[in-house]
């Protein structure tokens, strides 16, 4: 993943439908993969938001987004990069992003808050490629050694719990 130009961020989301897995296999990942396979993404991230998080372009409800951030390539017209986005990409605007809550600034390399925002998109990426790499459905036992993965090698998921209805321990 690219370290993001922050100034140059497209703000979009989709509302999300009862099956979010398939919603995210047939609605997010063709565009991203598009938009890469295009050489038009240097960047992007997603995360579900409740509509308080979009900048009142969604009535407030109980209805939940996902919350999607590209960013073009350098040489590609952000106006001209809106265009080539499907339309359930709902209102896309051009923002300038900078903190994260939860991060500290001064831990990221060169005090800048791009790194932060090259992790989440990261993530982002992760979980892509995780619906990418099933099926169909993703088991919670799949998931929850995906996130050992991650938490055991940075010492703090030697044994983590996970609870629905019942403790796991991962």
């Known amino acids: 993943m690219n370290l993001p130009d922050l100034t140059r961020i497209v703000d979009t989301y989709i509302s999300i439908s009862k099956d979010y897995f398939n919603q995210l296999r047939s609605e997010l990942i063709p565009p991203i993969r598009k938009l890469q396979k295009d050489e038009l993404l240097n960047w992007f991230s997603f995360l579900i938001h409740p509509p308080e998080m979009l900048d009142k372009r ?33 209102k896309p605007e051009q923002k300038t992003k900078s903190n994260i809550a939860g991060f500290i600034c001064s831990f990221l390399q060169e005090d ?28 919670i036992e799949h998931i929850i050694q995906l996130l050992h993965f991650i938490t055991n090698p940075l010492t703090v998921g030697g044994k983590s719990l996970f609870f629905r209805n019942d403790f796991m321990v991962f």
């Open 58 to 90: 969604e009535p407030l409800d109980n209805k939940l987004y996902i919350h999607i951030l590209l960013e073009p390539k350098n040489n590609i017209d952000i106006n001209e990069f809106i265009k080539e986005l499907p339309e359930h990409f709902l």
């Open 112 to 139: 800048d808050w791009a790194y932060a925002w090259k992790l989440h998109g990261e993530a982002s990426e992760y979980v892509l490629s995780i619906i990418e790499n099933h099926k169909n459905s993703i088991p």
